[in-house]
């Protein structure tokens, strides 16, 4: 594979151009089926990828350049290291014109990377345990359940939950065959 990764590039990092201390480096959260995983870099671009308190924003100008690569796992990079560094003014300007197709989007989001966490609502059970989707969590009283005669009882699980994304006191889950909003202050995560 690296021999493979040396011809693509030209024997060169794939992100900056630098051709010393080169070796191939797995781009996390590759979503099944797509063959080209692994990108060829500097020891530099991926301490700071990997570290992001080493990060040296001028260093990654040189994505003007290798965010246009043909090659999927460089672009993800490319989409990652300018959304962290969105702060900067002009990676906003390269993240505009960026354009990746739904998939290798969905890939470069996967780790969290861009996502807005001044204003992001998080949810918190009664234990102040952060919450996300998938969860099980189950309920600490009795609740009625408005526009209905059923009462979800205490001590009940409520499995693979889903996050309002605007309130963070509400969440959903099924409670036997009903679909139900559940506030946050009533249930404990599993």
Known sequence: MSKELEQRSGNKCELCGNTENLSAFEVSQAPDG????????CATCIDQIENPDNVDANHWRCLNDSMW????????VAWRML???????WPQDLLDMLYLDDEN???AKATG???DTENAVVHRDVNGVILQAGDSVVLIKDLKVKGSSMIAK???????????????KYIEGKVGPTQI?????YVKKI
């Open 34 to 41: 797509i063959a080209e995983t692994s990108i060829f870099a």
């Open 69 to 76: 690569s043909e090659v999927a796992a460089v672009q993800v």
């Open 83 to 89: 959304s962290r560094l969105r702060a900067e003014g």
């Open 105 to 107: 989007l969905a890939w």
């Open 113 to 115: 990377e861009g996502t």
């Open 154 to 168: 205490q001590g009940t699980a409520v499995r693979r939950i889903s996050l309002d994304r605007e309130n963070e």
């Open 181 to 185: 909003v559940i506030i946050t202050d």
